[in-house]
DNA sequence: CACTCTATCTCGGCT
DNA sequence: AGCCGAGGTAGAGTG
C-alpha cells in the first residue's frame, strides 16, 4: 500500500487473496485477480466455463467482469449494483456475486491466484465525446442549405403518430419535408422508419402535394437503397462534425 | 516470470513498463497497466478522457480496453484486430492502438505507471450456454402442444420472401401457422415481423384460409399487444428452457 | 469481404 | 421502478 492506493500480492495464498479482496473492496478499489478458475453464471440464461487462466475485475460499483485472452466483451460478467462475497472452500478462492431483478448469480472458483492487485481507479467525470447524432443534428441547423438550397427547418422531434421525427421543416416551395438522421451507414428499417413518417404526415396534413422524406446518413446499404427508391425517398450524404 | 506465465512491476519507470509490454505482446500474454493517464480517440466517434487513474487491458487478439472505476462498459476502447505501439515521449508512456475500416485511433498516455502485468491467459473454448432462442425452439420441437393441442412443426427457418421463419407448421384444422419466438419480453418490433411473414405466405401459398401468426416469448409489452390485436396475430406465453 | 441480425446486449431517457 | 429505444453497439452467421 502507498500514496497511490496501490496493493498486490504475487501466487498469494487462497487466504492472502481473500483478505487483499475484503479490504480492497471496503476501501472502494478496483480488485483484479489473475488465476485459474472456472465460472458458473445462472440468471436471465445459464452459463459454464471450464477452468482457465482468467483476469477478474472486481468494481466498487459492484460490477464484476471475468475476461480471457481475446474479445472486447467478457466471457461473463454482472452489472453495477450486485453484492459479493469471498470466501476460501474445498481448497478454493470462491468469489460469489448476485443481484436482483432480475436474480442473477455469478460463481467464481479460482483452484490457483497468480496474481492480486487492488488499485484506487478514478471516475471518468470528463469523458466528452463528439460525433453523435446530436452533432449531425446541430450542422444541418447551423446551416440548413447542406441538405439543399432553400430547405428550412420548422421543428425538432416533432411529434407524429408514428413518433418523433427528427427534423421537420420546408423545401424552397414550402413543401413539408421529414428529415431522418443517422450518425452511420444505415440499412433499410431506417428507410422503413422514415416512410413510415412521411406516410403518417401526409395524412395528418393531408395538404395537396406529397410530404417529400429524407434519409440523412454518411450511406446506405444496397438494400435501403432500393428501398428508398421504391418508396419515392431522397438521400442525402451527410456526416457528422466532428470536433476535436 | 514462472510456469504460470505471470511478469509483474510495481512502480516501475516508463522504460521498465516499456519493456514489460513489449515482451508481453510478443508471447501473447495479456498486459493490464494500471496508472494514472489520459485518453485520446478518435474514429466512429472522437472522445477526450483527463487524466485519472485507470486499468488499461491490451489483449493478444488486438482488443484493448480503459477501464474506471465504475461501469461494465470500458470507458474507451477499440475492438480485436488492432495494432499496439508504445513507446517513451514527452516523460509519458504512450501506448498508441489503431485499426482500419473503421480507422480508428485510441492514444493512451501514462503519466505514471503504478503497476504492471503481463499474463498469460486461456481461451473460452468450453463455454456452454443455455436459456437461448435455441433451447426455446428445442422446447417447442420436444412437445409442439406447448403452443396448442394439435399444433405440428413441419420445417423450422423456412425461407420466405421476407425471410426465414423460426418454425412454420399446422394446426388441428391443417390451417398454416407460423411461430416466431423471442427468448424475451418482446415490442412491436417482433409483432411487425410476425405480420410481414403472414403477409408474404397468405400471398405465397394463397389457400383460402387465412395464415395464422403466433408471437412466442415470456411476456409483450403494451403497445406490441395491442398491435397484436390490430394485426389479428396472437400470442403464447412460453420461456427458454434452462438446464442446469 | 461486406452485410445482416441477434444479444445474459448495455445504457440512458422517459412514462 | 419499469418500459422503450439507441449504440463508437459487439459478435456471429451468411451470401
Chains 1, 2 share one sequence.
Not at 12 to 36: D, M, N, Q, W
Not at 101 to 126: C, G, K, N
Not at 227 to 242: A, D, I, M, T, Y
Request: net charge negative; charged share 25%.
Amino acid at each position: 500500500m502507498n500514496e497511490t492506493g496501490l496493493h498486490t500480492f504475487s501466487h498469494p495464498s487462497h487466504e492472502k487473496a481473500l483478505a487483499l479482496f475484503e479490504t480492497g473492496c471496503e476501501r472502494g478499489a478496483v480488485i483484479s485477480l489473475f488465476g485459474r478458475c472456472r465460472v458458473e453464471y445462472d440468471g436471465r440464461a445459464a452459463s459454464t466455463l471450464a477452468a482457465g487462466n482468467r483476469l477478474v475485475v472486481c468494481k466498487p460499483d459492484g460490477a464484476i467482469l471475468v475476461h480471457t485472452d481475446e474479445g472486447q466483451k467478457p466471457v461473463n460478467w454482472l452489472p453495477p449494483g450486485c453484492t459479493h462475497h469471498a470466501h476460501v472452500e474445498s481448497d478454493e478462492l470462491r468469489i460469489e456475486s448476485q443481484r436482483s431483478t432480475p436474480d442473477e448469480e455469478l460463481l467464481i472458483y479460482f483452484e490457483r491466484v497468480d496474481h492480486a492487485v487492488a488499485y484506487d481507479a478514478t471516475s471518468a467525470s470528463e469523458l466528452s465525446m463528439t460525433g453523435t447524432e446530436a452533432d449531425l443534428r446541430e450542422r444541418i441547423l447551423d446551416d440548413p442549405s447542406v441538405i439543399e438550397p432553400g430547405f428550412e427547418p420548422r421543428a425538432t422531434e416533432r411529434e407524429t403518430a408514428a413518433g418523433a421525427v427528427d427534423i421537420y421543416g420546408v423545401d424552397a416551395d414550402e413543401n413539408a419535408v421529414v428529415l431522418e438522421l443517422k450518425r452511420r451507414r444505415v440499412g433499410p428499417d431506417a428507410v422503413s422508419q422514415l416512410n413510415r413518417y412521411v406516410a403518417v404526415l401526409d395524412r395528418e396534413l393531408h395538404t395537396g402535394t406529397q410530404v417529400r422524406g429524407i434519409l440523412v446518413a454518411p450511406s446506405v446499404t444496397y438494400r435501403a437503397q432500393n428501398l428508398l427508391e421504391k418508396r419515392g425517398l431522397e438521400f442525402v450524404s451527410l456526416s457528422p462534425r466532428f470536433e476535436s
